[in-house]
């Protein structure tokens, strides 16, 4: 068992520019959630995918977006990048049984943009 | 609207005293609570949940909580604390949609002096 990873863990971007975060599942898990995570704070929900399609969205713009593929895999994609943006994003990934078995985060890949 | 609140932001305490981190959620938020932790630079890591049943739940490395639903809450315990023990803690909730997305508290830092 493999557990959640993410690439890359750390990433600086310029205002304006765009970004793409990848998350590979733990095996088995086929829901994938994003949440950011500025300092000090708790995380926020950004969105979630089952099946390849989105199935729940948090209080984000659509410059916000992302992907799941056949394998589960999933990223999240930001244009536009604004400074308020720099935080640290975490990937989720949950089994068949959701809630039951839990949820297991990876370690985050933790964006600043300059 | 939906709320978890944690009613401390830093908690100070010995090696091998008790501790007790708090947390209130809304009512409006379904009873699926969490709690993770989270060490520097690192992802979460899930220390219990409480879906159903008993309404103590007893979690990883020691720590226990309890769901009470009169008083919407599920404070998390340990009888005696480690200085491995210090990191920061989140309790969460699950919103009353079906997405399973997690509301999270703002963290409580649990600092553990010898």
């Known amino acids: 068992e493999t557990g959640v990873t993410q690439s890359p863990t750390h990433l600086i971007k310029t205002r304006g520019q765009q970004v793409t975060l990848r998350c590979s599942s733990q095996?088995?898990?086929?829901?994938v959630s994003w949440y950011q995570q500025a300092l000090g704070q708790g995380p926020q929900f950004i969105f979630q995918y089952y099946r390849e399609e989105e199935n729940g969205r948090g209080n984000f713009p659509p410059r916000f977006s992302g992907l799941q593929f056949p394998n589960y895999s999933s990223e999240l994609n930001v244009n536009a990048l604004e400074l308020d943006d720099s935080a640290l994003y975490l990937c989720?990934?949950?089994?068949?049984?959701?809630?039951?078995?839990?949820?297991?985060f990876g370690s985050g890949t933790r964006l600043t943009v300059v | 609207a939906q709320s978890v609140t944690q009613l401390d932001s830093q908690v100070p305490v010995f090696e091998e005293a008790p501790v007790e981190l708090r947390c209130n959620y809304s009512?409006?938020?379904?009873?699926?609570l969490f709690w993770y932790v989270q060490y520097p630079n690192q992802g979460l890591q899930l220390l219990l949940k409480?879906?159903?049943?008993?309404?103590l739940v007893k979690g990883i490395n020691g720590f226990e909580a309890e769901f009470n639903k009169s008083q919407t809450s599920f404070h998390l315990r340990k009888p005696s604390v480690h200085i491995s023990d210090t990191a920061e803690y989140f309790c969460a909730a699950v919103g009353s949609s079906n997405t399973g997305k997690l509301i999270f508290g703002q963290g409580t830092t649990l600092q553990v002096k010898p």
């Open positions: 095996s088995g898990h086929n829901t």
């Open positions: 409480y879906l159903s049943g008993s309404t």
């Open positions: 009512s409006s938020v379904s009873v699926y």
């Open positions: 989720a990934s949950s089994d068949p049984r959701g809630l039951r078995g839990g949820y297991t």
